[in-house]
C-alpha cells in the first residue's frame, strides 16, 4: 500500500493522562483490532479467558476508572507510525466527507486518540487489551500503536492495509454514530430486539462497519491509487481470522452462535467485499438484510 500518498490528518491525538471514576455514557465499540488483541490474551493467559469472553460477547471492556476524554498533547509528527495512522484518517475524511455531501449532510472528523496501555474516555476506562475502538460518548477512535506488533508477530498480518483497514473498520462506527444508526440500534434494543446472537443488532452493526470499511477501501483507491497486488487480499484474511465462530473455537473449543456480537469470519469477508465492491454505503444495509 503506498500510504505515504495520502493526505495528513490534523486529528490525531495523544492521550497525556487519564480521567477519574464513574460510569461512562454508552459502550465500547470493540472492532478488528479490539477482538484481535482480546483472543491474543486468552490464549496466552487462560486464566483471563472469562473475562475477555466478556469482552467478545459485548459483557465487558470497561474498567470504572475515567469518564471524560482523555487529555490529549500533540503526537510525534517524525514517528512513522503516527504517519501511517494521520495519513489513514486523512482518507476516511476525504472519502466521508464528499459522501455525506452527496447526501446532503454534513460530515463531523472524528479525533483519533493514540494511547498507551490504559487511557479513560466518555465510555469508560480502557487498556490496551481492549484494542482499537470507538467511543460514541466522546466522537473518538482509540489506538495504542503496540496493537500493530502485535497483529504483525501473533497473526503474521504484517501488511499496511490490514492497519488500515482496523482504523477504517472504528471510524465506520463513527460514520454509523453521524447517520443515526447506533441510535436507532439502542432504540430497537430497548424495544426488545436481542444485542447478541447470530442475528443481534450488535452483529449487524460490526458487520456494516466492515462494509463501511470496504467503502471507504474502494473510494480511497479512486482517490489516491494507493492499494497494490495483495492489499484486498491481506484485509481479507485478516477478517477471516477474527469472526466470532472462529475465536470462540480458539478460546473455548466450542462456537455459540447465542453469544454472537461481531458475526462470523464468511460474514465479516462478505460484507468488507460487498463494501469494496460496490463502493456504495446504501449496500451496507446489514440491518435490513434476511442474511447475513
Given at each position: 500500500m503506498l500510504w505515504q500518498k495520502g493526505r495528513s490528518s490534523d486529528n490525531v491525538e495523544e492521550a497525556s493522562g487519564s480521567g477519574g471514576g464513574g460510569l461512562g455514557i454508552g459502550r465500547i465499540h470493540l472492532g478488528l483490532g479490539g477482538t484481535i488483541i482480546a483472543i491474543i490474551i486468552a490464549m496466552i493467559f487462560p486464566s483471563t479467558r472469562g473475562i475477555i469472553f466478556g469482552l467478545l460477547t459485548g459483557s465487558g471492556g470497561m474498567t470504572g476508572a475515567g469518564n471524560t476524554p482523555a487529555q490529549t498533547a500533540p503526537v510525534d509528527k517524525s514517528d512513522p507510525q503516527v504517519q501511517f495512522v494521520s495519513k489513514i484518517l486523512g482518507s476516511t475524511e476525504d472519502v466521508w466527507?464528499?459522501?455525506?455531501?452527496?447526501?446532503?449532510?454534513?460530515?463531523?472528523?472524528?479525533?483519533l486518540v493514540l494511547f498507551h496501555g490504559q487511557v479513560a474516555t466518555a465510555c469508560g476506562g480502557a487498556s490496551a487489551a481492549v484494542g482499537p475502538f470507538y467511543c460514541p460518548g466522546d466522537k473518538r477512535v482509540y489506538l495504542d500503536l503496540d496493537f500493530f506488533q502485535e497483529l504483525a508477530?501473533?497473526?503474521?498480518?504484517?501488511?499496511?492495509?490490514?492497519r488500515a483497514y482496523v482504523v477504517a473498520h472504528e471510524?465506520?462506527?463513527?460514520?454509523?454514530?453521524?447517520?443515526?444508526?447506533?441510535d436507532t440500534e439502542q432504540q430497537l434494543a430497548q424495544r426488545g430486539e436481542p444485542m447478541k446472537g447470530a442475528n443481534g443488532l450488535s452483529v449487524r452493526l460490526e458487520l456494516q462497519a466492515d462494509c463501511f470499511a470496504g467503502v471507504w477501501a474502494n473510494k480511497s483507491q479512486q482517490q489516491l491509487q494507493w492499494l497494490q497486488e495483495g492489499d484486498i487480499d491481506s484485509a481479507l484474511n485478516a477478517a477471516s481470522q477474527i469472526g466470532d465462530d472462529t475465536l470462540q473455537q480458539e478460546?473455548?473449543?466450542?462456537?455459540?452462535?447465542?453469544?454472537?456480537?461481531?458475526?462470523?469470519?464468511?460474514?465479516?469477508?462478505?460484507?468488507?467485499?460487498?463494501?469494496?465492491?460496490?463502493?456504495?454505503?446504501?449496500a451496507c444495509d446489514t440491518f435490513h438484510a434476511q442474511t447475513l
Open positions: 466527507t464528499a459522501d455525506f455531501q452527496q447526501m446532503g449532510k454534513q460530515y463531523i472528523d472524528p479525533k508477530t501473533r497473526f503474521h498480518s504484517n501488511s499496511d492495509f490490514a471510524v465506520g462506527h463513527h460514520v454509523q454514530d453521524q447517520l443515526g444508526i447506533m478460546v473455548r473449543g466450542t462456537v455459540v452462535p447465542d453469544s454472537f456480537t461481531h458475526g462470523t469470519s464468511a460474514e465479516r469477508v462478505k460484507w468488507f467485499k460487498t463494501g469494496f465492491q460496490s463502493g456504495d454505503i446504501n
